[in-house]
């Protein structure tokens, strides 16, 4: 495999002409090349004929407080305007309260430890262009969310990924990560529950990256975009709950998943004051602010009820239950560690006719007209896999295992 981009494996080719270096390096994560290939695709063979496997949407709409808050966001002038850079005051305050609640963090200082941002994604472009200079090392468990590695990337740094035990669940050995440390490793960048294993780092795994970040003096910056959906039990811990490390955690959130508003694109970072300070002047040249009206809707989803967030993840979890019936018709192709949170299981491909992951993701779109993320989007140990989600709707994903069961008889 010669590229990272799904769409430069399937035949474009990109200008250079007049284009950055680092810009060349990078590439669109493939979780959204795979819908753009689907797209072209539809061209063909006629809209909505594709079932995704691929972009994290859920299927659920909007729950209906926030939908009416944000009508009545239309009617007020201030929604028009920019916001505080930070965000809006209101918000932070909400925002410190939910986290001394759910993460157990006390005494967060609204005004001076958070920042609201467009989408959980700015929050981390914030923190790794506060933290990185050019030829800084970031350590990335792996397999990693996709768009991590184009971001250290894109801000010079050096993605090191430390392979995850998946025949354990995608454990992380701590000590197997302290090898991959050296004088240029600045941070250690992941998202618990994960993107793209469905693993849950436990309580004692991220007090021993804790222990490791204050022995190389690392930053710990941390995806929580997941935190409301884990499975059987599983408890979510987050280091920013450590007082000891307190001022080397950035906590980075969304409300995209959690209330169904990935198109509003509102997000937030909590951190030390003197990091916090520097992550808004990268905020300030990229965006000014988030949006307002996707402000206000934020708003109104931590103070309405949480009865939205207990339905969503119930039906996820029985979405969860339905995928793992299905994969295991097909477990002559495909074994799967079981996913304890968030909504994907990234399978191992057991049958070995084709060349690598991108090459069986884009035989399974172009043929099956099923949308699954190619593993080696998500770093080297993601090679051989492919990502399935199951955040759509379940009769999708009756349907496009029915497709893939087609596909395996008739092919192999």
């Given at each position: 495999?010669?590229?990272?981009?799904?769409?430069?494996?399937?035949?474009?080719?990109?200008?250079?002409?007049?284009?950055?270096?680092?810009?060349?390096?990078?590439?669109?994560?493939?979780?959204?090349e795979?819908?753009?290939?689907?797209?072209?695709?539809?061209?063909?063979?006629?809209?909505?004929?594709?079932?995704?496997?691929?972009?994290g949407?859920?299927?659920?709409?909007?729950?209906?407080?926030?939908?009416?808050?944000?009508r009545?966001?239309?009617?007020?002038?201030?929604?028009?305007?920019?916001?505080?850079?930070?965000?809006?005051?209101?918000?932070?305050?909400?925002?410190?309260?939910?986290?001394?609640?759910?993460?157990?963090?006390?005494?967060?200082?609204?005004?001076?430890?958070?920042?609201?941002?467009?989408?959980?994604?700015?929050?981390?472009?914030?923190?790794?262009?506060?933290?990185?200079d050019?030829?800084?090392?970031?350590?990335?468990?792996?397999?990693?969310?996709?768009?991590?590695?184009?971001?250290?990337?894109?801000?010079?740094?050096?993605?090191?990924?430390?392979p995850l035990?998946?025949?354990?669940?995608?454990r992380?050995d701590?000590?197997?990560?302290?090898?991959?440390?050296?004088?240029?490793?600045?941070?250690?960048?992941?998202?618990?529950?994960?993107?793209?294993?469905?693993?849950?780092?436990?309580?004692?795994?991220?007090?021993?990256?804790?222990?490791?970040?204050?022995?190389?003096?690392?930053?710990?910056?941390?995806?929580?975009?997941?935190?409301?959906?884990?499975?059987?039990?599983?408890?979510?811990?987050?280091?920013?709950?450590?007082?000891?490390?307190?001022d080397?955690?950035?906590?980075?959130?969304?409300?995209?998943?959690?209330?169904?508003?990935?198109?509003?694109?509102?997000?937030?970072?909590?951190?030390?004051?003197?990091?916090?300070?520097?992550?808004?002047?990268?905020?300030?040249?990229?965006?000014?602010?988030?949006?307002?009206?996707s402000?206000?809707?934020?708003?109104?989803?931590?103070?309405?009820?949480?009865?939205?967030?207990?339905?969503?993840?119930?039906?996820?979890?029985?979405?969860?239950?339905?995928?793992?019936?299905?994969?295991?018709?097909?477990?002559?192709?495909?074994?799967?560690?079981?996913?304890?949170?968030?909504?994907?299981?990234?399978?191992?491909?057991?049958?070995?006719?084709?060349?690598?992951?991108?090459?069986?993701?884009?035989?399974?779109?172009?043929?099956?007209?099923?949308?699954?993320?190619?593993?080696?989007?998500?770093?080297p140990?993601?090679?051989?896999?492919?990502?399935?989600?199951?955040?759509?709707?379940?009769?999708?994903?009756?349907e496009?295992?029915?497709?893939?069961?087609?596909?395996?008889e008739?092919?192999?």
């Amino acid at each position: 495999m010669n590229s990272r981009s799904a769409i430069a494996v399937s035949g474009k080719t990109f200008r250079a002409k007049n284009i950055s270096q680092t810009v060349q390096k990078i590439v669109i994560s493939p979780i959204k090349e795979m819908s753009i290939l689907a797209d072209l695709l539809e061209d063909e063979i006629g809209g909505g004929k594709v079932i995704s496997f691929g972009q994290g949407i859920p299927y659920f709409d909007t729950p209906e407080h926030i939908k009416q808050a944000l009508r009545q966001a239309l009617e007020e002038l201030e929604t028009a305007k920019y916001t505080l850079e930070p965000g809006m005051t209101e918000l932070r305050v909400l925002l410190a309260k939910h986290l001394e609640t759910s993460r157990n963090i006390v005494h967060i200082v609204p005004k001076k430890e958070i920042m609201v941002t467009a989408g959980c994604q700015e929050a981390v472009a914030c923190a790794l262009r506060s933290i990185i200079d050019p030829g800084d090392e970031v350590l990335l468990p792996s397999p990693c969310f996709a768009s991590h590695i184009e971001q250290v990337i894109q801000f010079g740094g050096v993605p090191v990924h430390v392979p995850l035990k998946e025949a354990e669940g995608w454990r992380l050995d701590i000590d197997e990560c302290e090898k991959y440390i050296t004088s240029k490793t600045r941070a250690i960048l992941f998202s618990n529950p994960s993107n793209p294993t469905g693993a849950v780092f436990g309580e004692q795994e991220l007090r021993d990256i804790a222990d490791l970040a204050k022995r190389h003096d690392l930053i710990i910056v941390t995806d929580e975009t997941y935190d409301f959906l884990t499975y059987d039990g599983t408890p979510h811990t987050s280091p920013a709950s450590f007082k000891d490390i307190r001022d080397r955690v950035i906590l980075c959130g969304s409300f995209s998943k959690k209330y169904a508003m990935t198109g509003y694109r509102v997000g937030f970072a909590y951190a030390d004051e003197g990091i916090i300070d520097h992550m808004l002047k990268v905020h300030d040249a990229l965006t000014i602010c988030a949006p307002a009206i996707s402000q206000k809707g934020a708003i109104a989803a931590l103070k309405g009820s949480d009865e939205s967030v207990k339905r969503f993840s119930q039906k996820l979890s029985e979405n969860r239950s339905m995928m793992c019936v299905e994969l295991d018709t097909i477990s002559n192709f495909f074994e799967y560690q079981k996913p304890m949170g968030s909504y994907y299981i990234l399978a191992k491909a057991t049958h070995q006719k084709f060349q690598d992951s991108f090459d069986l993701a884009l035989r399974i779109l172009n043929e099956a007209h099923v949308i699954v993320i190619p593993g080696a989007a998500f770093g080297p140990t993601g090679e051989g896999h492919v990502r399935f989600s199951f955040a759509g709707h379940p009769e999708n994903i009756a349907e496009g295992f029915q497709r893939l069961r087609s596909w395996i008889e008739k092919n192999f």
